[in-house]
């Protein structure tokens, strides 16, 4: 079983890797493209030994015509590996692995080919797209997303024929143990975290203008960013000017995320909305969950239908500034509200840790291989 990713794999990759491989029902091994003075990699840990994880080191360009050139050259050391590996299932991870992934399989005669898909892109359901992946769809012995709207608004808008039946739900969830022995912040100080990929200028700025007029009024609050991202830069030098705004840096999922969350009391999940950012279950919601943190989100998104159904955050109305500080400063003064937001997502713990989807896992994989 050979994965491929355009770049270091996510937490949710690396579980279902180690799980496999714990099962040993495959040699397993993970190729991906090591991107040199990235701005959008994590590090990651995985049970493979070094002999099955193959980096391919390529730069990263904001330039299209570089991009696509650095994308050919992956491919070929892709196609070049996998001709020496021989694998008998190839496992795509994302879109723009897809094609990749097809070609392999066909050129060495590969009868199973899986999508895993983390996140979505809209440029896939242009007419053009839609055309060159509806058959490379029809074709996947399997795909597994990571959040249920994919599925309707994604995957069955490319090819509404694929059999619903190969088609898993696993959310980007951790394992139940990341919980043990967490400790609770207990200050008076309400710190709003913001871990991962550092996306969106507006709602970005939106929190840090919203927490620095409630600073200068006197408020007890502050703000805790833990990541990378496009605005890294500018969360680093935003860091360095206002005292009530830390940076952590990059972090180690599997080693240093519980450390983050026991630093702050409510999350922040609030994006510049984009197709994928309207359909995806992202992982801060998934892991406020666990550790029983209420959290920010907003309208007219899948996680914004899901905290109104659960009850187990807040949804800003509109992704402005002025909603954003007006929401903050009634949760100053009244945190018992926090408190009750809190209760409400430890009912949901057992549907957001991955014991619960490992029979899931181990289904679609039986299903292929019979």
């Not at 692995?97 to 392999?104: A, E, F, K, P």
């Not at 939106?206 to 605005?231: D, Q, T």
């Not at 945190?335 to 991955?354: D, G, P, R, V």
Request: charged share 20%; glycine share 4%.
């Amino acid at each position: 079983l050979v994965y491929i990713s355009s770049n270091n794999p996510s937490p949710i990759i690396s579980r279902k890797i180690d799980y496999l491989y714990s099962q040993n029902l495959f040699n397993i091994h993970l190729i991906y493209w090591k991107r040199l003075n990235s701005s959008i990699s994590f590090p990651f840990t995985s049970a493979l030994s070094k002999n099955n994880i193959h980096p391919i080191v390529l730069p990263e360009s904001q330039s299209m015509v570089f991009r696509v050139y650095y994308m050919i050259r992956f491919g070929f050391y892709v196609f070049k590996k996998c001709l020496k590996l021989k694998p008998h299932i190839v496992q795509s991870i994302n879109m723009d692995m897809l094609l990749l992934g097809y070609v392999i399989a066909r050129i060495l005669k590969i009868k199973i080919l899986i999508l895993d898909l983390l996140d979505t892109r809209e440029v896939f359901l242009n007419p053009y797209f839609k055309f060159l992946y509806k058959n490379i769809v029809k074709k996947l012995s399997w795909v597994f997303v990571t959040s249920p709207k994919f599925i309707d608004e994604y995957i069955l808008l490319i090819n509404s024929s694929i059999q619903l039946k190969k088609i898993s739900y696993i959310p980007n969830v951790p394992h139940s143990n990341i919980v043990d022995n967490f400790k609770k912040k207990s200050d008076s100080n309400l710190c709003i975290g913001y871990f991962g990929f550092f996306r969106g200028t507006n709602s970005l700025r939106n929190l840090i203008e919203s927490v620095k007029e409630l600073y200068y009024r006197e408020y007890n609050i502050s703000c805790f960013f833990a990541g990378i991202g496009i605005e890294t830069a500018y969360i680093e030098k935003i860091s360095k000017k206002y005292s009530f705004i830390k940076y952590f840096g990059k972090y180690d999922y599997n080693n240093e995320i519980k450390r983050l969350y026991q630093n702050v009391d409510i999350i922040y999940s609030v994006y510049d909305i984009d197709y994928n950012k309207k359909l995806a279950l992202g992982c801060r919601f998934n892991e406020s969950i666990l550790f029983g943190l209420p959290l920010i989100v907003q309208k007219n998104t899948y996680m914004g239908e899901l905290v109104k159904r659960y009850d187990n955050g807040f949804v800003l109305r509109q992704n402005t500034k002025q909603d954003l500080f007006n929401l903050l400063a009634n949760i100053m003064k009244n945190k018992t509200l926090l408190a009750h937001k809190s209760l409400n997502s430890k009912k949901l713990f057992n549907q957001f840790i991955f014991e619960t989807y490992i029979p899931v896992l181990n289904q679609a994989y039986h299903s292929m291989l019979s």
